[in-house]
């Protein structure tokens, strides 16, 4: 069976980031890539930061930002900084927790514009499209339908979740009775218990609104 997936790639201008509420980043830096979604809280998003700062500016000009806690900062040996921040930005918050689509890292949020690259149901895309123009319409949107079923899977899911489930399944974590925990599954798969809960739980749920949407359109 074919199942229609979608793309959208959404994108606001520097005028656009300059007039709204991340405007004081547009000050502190050019861009802010976000390369990884760590994990997710009432605290925010935990997202691994690569950073292009304005002149003069740096890592703990961010701390003025109201939207980010900055946890962690990095240099390199280059001088390149990774930074680990929580955004509590309405906009990154409800991205992250929709639960039929997902954000594909990288993207990026600056003085130079904003742009995202969103994937999954149509109903979630346009749910998310909804939301974006509540907070901060898009400048540009393009919508992709992606009808390849040899890769469904890979579409709908991160790397990352579906390295979690594979090796869930592997060790009987779905089975009944359950043959390892989720403490043992993080520990041999030497990542925090949160974090793999929350790629477990969000694999979980995009699998089962595919599914549903499925027999829906059957």
Known sequence: MVRIMREAHISWNALSVANS????ITHIASKLEVVAHLSVSERGVRQLIIPTFVDGMGPEHLMEVPFLEIEETNL??????????WNSHPLSVAAIRFQD????PPYSFGGDGMEITVRGVPSGISKFLKTCNVF???????????I???NQLEQLLTEKQIECIINA???GYYQTPKKTSLRQLSENMNI???????????????LMNW???SLRNQ
């Open 21 to 24: 509420d991340f405007a004081e």
């Open 169 to 171: 399944c592997s060790v």
């Open 148 to 150: 390849d079923e040899e």
């Open 76 to 85: 390199g040996i280059s001088g390149e900084a990774h930074i680990i921040a």
């Open 136 to 146: 901060l319409p898009p400048d540009r949107v393009k919508v992709v339908e992606m």
């Open 211 to 213: 599914a549903a949407e």
């Open 101 to 104: 689509i997902h954000i594909i």
């Open 192 to 206: 925090p218990r949160s974090t793999l809960q929350e790629h477990l739980s969000r694999a979980e749920a995009n």
